[in-house]
């Protein structure tokens, strides 16, 4: 067994098999993760907002999903996986709360997660696997023993996608 | 440039934790009668930290939690959250339902309506304090409810917070009689609210 490399809120690592990298409690965040089957290298970026060029203080580039997930990407190619094999999953993005009013705070899991997939195809990363939106939080694990992305909610029964 | 709490000075959190301070002494007021117990409060504790670290601030981050959730409109636009940890929302509850003190099922639907009004009274007493502190009007909208990880409730502030900088601010209260109970309060202007709190208050020009 590997070890277990924790990912922060605003975070991303890459890691080599046989470790995993784990996000706990995702809400409206989105945790993407790469994954290159034959080298074995994996990778993930938490992030909190779609977009770094709405704001004028984005220095943190983790946590923004453009940004994040460009980073994420030449970390995994620098760290010897191949764009060519290289294959995505995401969870996250969810609506914790049932707002009605026209805030944003309803609407920005939505905004992380088409931003995910915008970036992906930008990138030409084929996305394998999601399990994004609703109204609960998801804790998450990729192996990269295998690319297995493990998914724990409170309430519900494990998955692996 | 606007406001953000990269650069707060130590006034402004000293007339947050008065804001909190009177907010507190309103609800546990309120909530004393609706429980028709007397409670104590302690002085609210007010913390300001990294927006990205809040998911782990008042627990472990999947630790499950209840978060009340408030859209706050009028002459201040934001949102706010009220947090509570499970032991504490059980004691709660189970006052308000005089149920046994050990009572620990899971929170059913009566359980999640008393918990929102709870939030709502508690979130309203604080918003009265601000309101009449700075002479705004200020009005709450319904109540919202989650019980979920704490990191997964705590990514909304997070990212309210992480529009406009990388801190966040929360103030953190406790009160009860025999048992003690912890509360969490996340105030959530918009950016422009914030500069006419400030100036409310006779902090900025």
Do not use: W
């Not at chain 1, 070890?3 to 046989?18: Q, R, W």
């Not at chain 2, 304090?129 to 009005?139: D, E, F, R, V, W």
């Amino acid at each position: 067994m590997g070890n277990s490399i924790k990912v922060g809120m605003a975070d991303l690592k890459v890691a080599k098999a046989p470790d995993s990298l784990i996000t706990l409690g995702l809400g409206s965040c989105i945790g993407l993760t790469l994954y290159d089957p034959v080298t074995k290298v994996g990778g993930m970026v938490h992030y909190m907002l779609p977009d770094s060029t709405q704001l004028k203080n984005n220095s943190n580039i983790a946590k923004f999903g453009d940004t994040g997930i460009k980073e994420l990407y030449r970390l995994m190619v620098a760290n010897g996986a191949s764009p060519k094999r290289m294959v995505a999953k995401i969870a996250g993005g969810a609506k914790m709360f049932e707002v009605s009013g026209l805030s944003n705070v309803g609407h920005v899991g939505e905004r992380n997660a088409e931003q995910a997939k915008k970036l992906l195809k930008e990138l030409k990363v084929p996305l394998v696997a999601e399990d994004t939106g609703l109204n609960y939080g998801r804790t998450v694990e990729l192996f990269c023993e295998n690319g297995d992305f493990f998914i724990k909610a409170v309430g519900k029964s494990n998955k692996t996608i | 440039m606007g406001f953000s709490l990269d650069n707060v000075n130590d006034m402004y959190i000293d007339v947050l934790r008065e804001i909190g301070n009177i907010g507190a002494g309103n609800a546990t007021t309120a909530i004393s009668q609706m429980l028709g117990a007397r409670l104590n409060m302690e002085v609210p504790k007010v913390q300001l930290m990294e927006a990205s670290e809040l998911g782990g601030a008042i627990c472990d981050e999947e630790e499950t939690v209840v978060g009340i959730f408030l859209e706050v409109l009028d002459d201040i636009n934001g949102s706010m959250m009220f947090l509570m940890k499970m032991e504490s929302a059980h004691i709660i509850v189970n006052k308000l339902m005089m149920r046994d003190p050990s009572y620990n099922e899971p929170f059913d639907e009566m359980d999640l309506s008393a918990l929102k009004e709870i939030g709502n009274i508690i979130a309203s007493s604080y918003l009265t304090a601000l309101s009449s502190l700075t002479n705004m009007k200020i009005q709450p909208s319904v109540p919202y409810i989650a019980v979920d990880m704490a990191a997964a409730i705590l990514s909304v502030p997070a990212i309210q917070f992480g529009q406009y900088g990388d801190n966040a601010l929360f103030i953190e209260t406790e009160f009860g009689d025999d048992k003690e109970m912890q509360g969490y309060f996340i105030l959530m202007p918009e950016q422009d609210s914030y500069a006419k709190i400030l100036k409310a208050l006779g902090i900025m020009n």
